[in-house]
């Protein structure tokens, strides 16, 4: 969590209530100072405590280390504070007066794609971390392929270590144009770049005065006021159905009411709404929380629709708009990427989840592999092992109700899960 | 175009209450953690919210370690009774007597990590197939790496190393038989977010994280409620200051402060002031850089 000295001074409480929640994700390779970054956008926006502060000054004293390692707030586990590297994805929470915010904090080591895409998978932003004395290696290309396969809508590119050039303005231009010519043939629909030096602080929370010629934002502004209340997709109406509520109570005798997450779009009482896969029509009756009845509700609430007509739906089905249906199939494309040391059986049997849905599927066929540093379509080698990325056609027991991933994240991925070991061993992306 | 968008608290309950319907769904027999704390009275509430207006189908399990405020035992009966809710109980004091598990002696003695096992005995004998809690991921390191649905083996362990990956909103609580889940429906709060979410929601809180007046001592930098459960040292000294609790556990290891707050919105300002984190409150946490992880790999909550 949590609050600036400035907020502390005239703090109010109802200003509180009313702040945006931004989820970013942050990648970058062992040594080119993600977790130094985390830890100053932290340290300078007054959102370590003391006890943590005093905790990580002793660890680092104890390691010998000459200054306060900022990394240490993040590394949460044994091992990886004894191996100096991040292992699994991590959830850290700061807020600023305007923002409350969400920091996935992912690996970047060759063998943890799929912890960024994990992080990635529910991000509104990415932060791309580039050493500004290297330039775009291998993992750059791969980090932004992944923030561009999982459609985050926004990316910063923060060209860091700027103290370790001189404070180079043609440095940074160079890099800025080599990413741009290889960000073309990707998916990016809005991209910043920032030069910064994480472990001095410039530009990260405040102004550099080592660089006179960067008139931009500093990336707390950036992270602050970037516009994300068109992330999520309100036009095309999609109900999930997760729950159905049957009280069994007397003054509830016959409610029935279907809960669930609105996936997309918005949805009124009174609107035609068809269940899938029935097909049969009604009209929402009711929308109801404990708060009182809503007349309108969009995503991503959490409500419960009950209905004018009796028909039967049951967990897994969906209601949408009449006039504006998804897509029907029990075959379709997707852009898997695998997330076990198990490689993927060619025609292999999997549990599929989607939404609020469960059911058997075999991967059909295996159209190509992708190598993500250069973005080649590999079509001789179909072998999709851990952390590989490909395009597969799979083919499901029953048909599923969904969009393209591009037109909405929630209805458009899926996770395949193993039969045996129960474990999850890819997610997909629907083409 | 009207503008579609959530505030913070109102995007985290819809999402809560998504992770809650998703146990619901896909468990067979869930019980929810219970302890009189402020996060396990939030996801009550929201459990509350989720299934209305249906009662929660879960049992409130509360793992008892004998040490307790009186005032948080007295507020969870009359929630209970309030909602028509099912409490189970879980005791320590049993384990020990059963023998089970050994008692820690000497002045820092503390039965929180002896929780362990009853709380899997009960677990295993009552078929609970999955267990919620209230733990937030900004708590604590080890639990920045929690999963919203966290498998646990056979034993009861969790294996940080080698968790399921989770994405987007879909979860995963497929599992074999014997082994269960530890869901975590407030995962991305803060305590920020929580006692907002209490004030937005004016929910009636135990008297013990208002202001009072306590006889209290100090070891170690942390003040502590003077009980029948505590040995003192000679040295230590007992005396009546006006103090509150900002997290609520074992009598014996939760640290009182020096606090006049005695609303909700003085809370709140003392949250937003304070520079030491709640845990920074709690013994349990101070005996080594990795005390949680090794706790939560042994099937503590």
Sequence with gaps: MTTTIEEIDNFDSKAYLDMELLRFSTAGSVDDGKSTLIGRLLYDSKSIFQDQMDAIEAASAKRGEEYVNLALLTDGLRAEREQGITIDVAYRYFSTPKRKFIIADTPGHIQYTRNMVTGASTANLAIILVDARKGIIEQTYRHSYIASLLQ?????????????????????????????????????????????????????????????????????????????????????????????????????????????RIAGGVFRVGDKVKALPSGFSSKIKSIVTMDGDLQEAFAPQSVTITLEDEIDISRGDMLVRENNMPQVEQEFDVMLCWMNEKQMVPRGKYILRHTSRECKCIVKETKYKLNINTLQRLEDDLELGLNDIGRVTIRTTVPLFFDSYRKNRNTGSIILVDESTNETVAAGMIV | MIDYHLNHLKELEAESIYVLREVAAQFENPCLLFSGGQDSIVVLHLALKAFYPASVPFTLLHVDTGHNFQEALDYRDNLVKKHGLRLL?????????????????????????????????????????CAMGGARRDEEKARAKERFFSHRDEFGQWDPKNQRPELWNIFNGRKHVGEHF????????????????????????????????????????????????????????????????????????????????????????????????????????????????????????
């Design chain 1, 152 to 260: 985050i809508p926004h990316i910063i590119v923060c060209i860091n270590k700027m103290d370790l050039v001189e404070w180079d303005e043609k440095t940074f231009n160079r890099i800025v144009n080599d990413y741009k010519a290889f960000a073309s043939k990707l998916d990016i629909k809005d991209v910043h770049f920032l030069p910064i030096s994480a472990l001095a602080g410039d530009n990260v929370v405040n102004r550099s005065e080592n660089m006179d010629w960067y008139q931009g934002p500093t990336l707390m502004y950036l992270l602050e006021t970037i516009h994300i209340g068109s992330d999520l997709n309100h036009i095309d109406a999609r109900f999930p159905v997760q729950y159905v509520i049957r009280p069994m109570k007397n003054e509830y005798h016959d409610f029935r009411g279907y809960a669930g």
């Design chain 2, 89 to 129: 109980v879980a005791s320590v004091q049993e384990a020990i007597d059963k023998g089970l598990v050994r008692e820690e002696k000497g002045y820092n003695a503390s039965r929180n990590a002896l929780q362990t096992i009853p709380l899997l005995e009960a677990i295993e004998k009552n078929k609970f197939d």
């Design chain 2, 182 to 301: 530890r869901v975590f429906p407030i995962s991305n709060w803060t305590e920020m977010d929580v006692w907002q979410y209490i004030y937005q929601e004016q929910i009636e809180m135990p008297s013990l994280y208002f202001s009072h007046k306590r006889k209290v001592f100090e070891r170690d930098g942390v003040w502590y409620a003077a009980s029948e459960f505590i040995q003192n040292k000679p040295t230590e000294v007992i005396e009546e200051r006006v103090v509150r609790f900002r997290t609520v556990g074992d009598i014996t290891c939760t640290g009182a402060v020096f606090s006049e707050a005695s609303t909700l919105e003085d809370i709140i300002q003392e949250v937003a002031a304070s520079r030491t984190t709640e845990r920074g409150t709690r013994a349990d946490d101070k005996r080594s850089e990795a005390a949680m992880e090794d706790r939560k790999k042994a099937g503590y909550f």
